[in-house]
């Protein structure tokens, strides 16, 4: 990853750190500081009851660190190792109320950057040789991470922020009166310029501007595999993405097309968390 996209996942880790703990904690872990004294020192693991791929585990560790610094931490694993059911991928000792208080929170971040990189992997799996792209349909305030997990899993990335890209979609083709006008608009940016049509009439057109991506969006196969034979006729250069109502299922049938790249959003808003639970020992 790039220097940038680091400092913004650290950035945003500690900034979503700070608000979880707030907001599981409340005023206090009640329960615990009744029950358990503030001396009792224990050992505790969280370990996988499924099989998936690791990711968050730096994450997790920064809560239970954010606690209580004095905790001892070891992590057998780094992120993207393929787990087992019954794995244990942290260690932690120290006092049982730090450990206690800040368990859930750590598992739920270590859950579903774990889903999500484990339903990369799917894809990327399923996908053989075509690269598969995150989009911007991501958890408001997780993009950072959610894109990390997608990296984990063996997916790219397309622009995390706005200002990252020139992507034309439709509606700025409409407001802009018209699909030459939009690119020789964009083209003051400097930057590639990715277009998207909806229909395959549409495509000649868009292969006759300076675009560097025309993406394919919610076509059908038989409509893809034209648009390649048209592509490869007359504009080598350009590249074709195919976008919308893509599923693990169907991903192979978009595969055979011949096409460049794929966008996938179902990583990010169809991922299902990986369970981890906390295990808890006496000193």
Do not use: W
Not at 150 to 167: F, H, K, P
Not at 230 to 235: A, E, I, L, S
Request: include cysteine; proline fraction near 2%; hydrophobic fraction near 40%.
């Amino acid at each position: 990853m790039r220097e940038d996209e680091i400092v913004k996942i650290e950035a945003t880790t500690k900034k979503l750190i700070d608000l979880a703990l707030a907001e599981d904690i409340g005023k206090g872990d009640f329960t615990t500081e009744a029950v358990v004294s503030s001396k009792k020192v224990i050992v505790a693991a969280i370990k996988t009851r499924e099989q998936g791929v690791l990711c968050g585990i730096d994450v997790a560790e920064e809560v239970f660190k954010k606690v209580d610094k004095n905790l001892k931490i070891k992590k057998p694993f780094e992120d993207g190792k393929l787990l087992i059911k019954g794995d244990h991928v942290l260690h932690i000792e120290g006092k049982a109320q730090s450990i206690l208080k800040a368990s859930r929170t750590a598992l739920n971040f270590l859950q579903h950057l774990s889903g999500v990189a484990t339903t990369a992997r799917h894809f990327t799996q399923a996908a053989g040789s075509v690269p598969l792209l995150g989009t911007r349909k991501t958890t408001p305030g997780f993009r950072a991470l959610e894109k990390y997990a997608l990296t984990i899993g063996g997916m790219q990335t397309s622009r995390s922020t706005l200002s990252d890209g020139v992507t034309l979609y439709h509606y700025h083709l409409k407001l802009a009166e018209g699909t030459p006008l939009a690119v020789a608009a964009a083209q003051k940016l400097k930057k590639p310029i990715e277009l998207e049509i909806r229909h395959l009439d549409e495509l000649r057109e868009a292969m006759q501007l300076p675009v560097d991506v025309i993406i394919l969006s919610g076509m059908s196969i038989q409509e893809i595999e034209e648009a390649v034979k048209m592509r490869n006729t007359f504009n080598k250069k350009i590249k074709l993405r195919a976008g919308g109502n893509i599923t693990l299922e169907n991903l192979s049938l978009f595969t055979e097309t011949g096409i460049d790249q794929i966008s996938i959003s179902a990583a990010t808003q169809s991922a299902k968390a990986l369970d981890f639970v906390l295990v808890v020992k006496k000193k």
